[in-house]
């Protein structure tokens, strides 16, 4: 048997996928609602600026990994245009239905795929361009998802990797006391559910700080990684390149 951990606890690795989906077949309906609120609106700033270091031309193929409820999905179809591919996945239904709803309501059909990160059904250099937001620090083997991720992009492809990090420490007590405090309340109060964004500020704390990612990255092959630290660290976007 072999161990990890689901927030501050330590669980069974089989343990855990079936924790973190439920977790968010718990807030799947109110997800964008709470992004909101708890971010006081940056995320749709760090998502934007996600899609402006992506890069993307007419035609490019992207696969959205942990893709929830389609914003990068959305920004990236305008991108790469008719003639592009993006698809839309994510490891948990009730995240994928509420993002697939929300793309078609918008008139927009894109692939949409129910699938794991570490292992992912999807030929070798299949992409010009991978993405996850926000869904990295939930997966249980961190390295092999990101080997994944190298495997199905081109050669000169891009990795985007947006998701919470290691704050700037002057913020940090205040920063705590806001993760532990506060938000718990405001998920008990807009979400009905307390314990999952708990688990939210604690799977931030274990997650890879930003050098710790970068090498990560590195080990899984990418040749190249630039970390950009946004809201003073709160999120980092990490670019790799595959060599």
């Given at each position: ?237 990490h670019v790799g390149i595959k060599c």
């Open positions: 048997m072999s161990n990890t951990h689901f927030g501050y606890q330590t669980v069974d690795e089989k343990e855990k996928s079936g924790r973190v989906r439920g977790v968010f077949d718990s807030v799947a309906s109110r997800y964008d609602v709470m992004n909101d609120l708890m971010s006081m609106g940056l995320h749709r700033l760090w998502k934007a600026y996600t899609v402006t270091i992506a890069g993307l031309r007419p035609g490019d193929r992207v696969l959205d990994i942990a893709g929830g409820t389609g914003d990068l999905a959305r920004a990236f179809a305008k991108k790469v245009g008719p003639r592009g591919l993006v698809v839309h996945t994510d490891i948990n239904e009730a995240m994928l239905r509420q993002g697939r709803n929300r793309l078609l309501d918008e008139g927009l059909v894109l692939p949409t795929t129910l699938c794991d990160a570490e292992k992912l059904p999807f030929p070798d250099a299949s992409f010009d361009l991978v993405s996850v937001a926000f869904g990295l620090r939930n997966m249980t083997h961190k390295d092999q998802a990101l080997a994944e991720m190298n495997r199905v992009l081109r050669p000169g492809g891009k990795l985007l990797v947006l998701e919470f990090s290691k704050v700037a420490k002057p913020l940090e007590k205040a920063y705590d006391f806001y993760s532990f405090k506060v938000l718990p309340r405001i998920g008990q109060v807009v979400a009905g559910d307390a314990e999952s964004y708990r688990y939210l500020a604690e799977s931030i704390r274990m997650h890879p700080g930003q050098q710790e990612l970068k090498a990560l990255m590195k080990t899984a092959g990418f040749s190249h990684v630039d970390v950009h630290n946004l809201s003073a660290g709160v999120v980092a976007l």
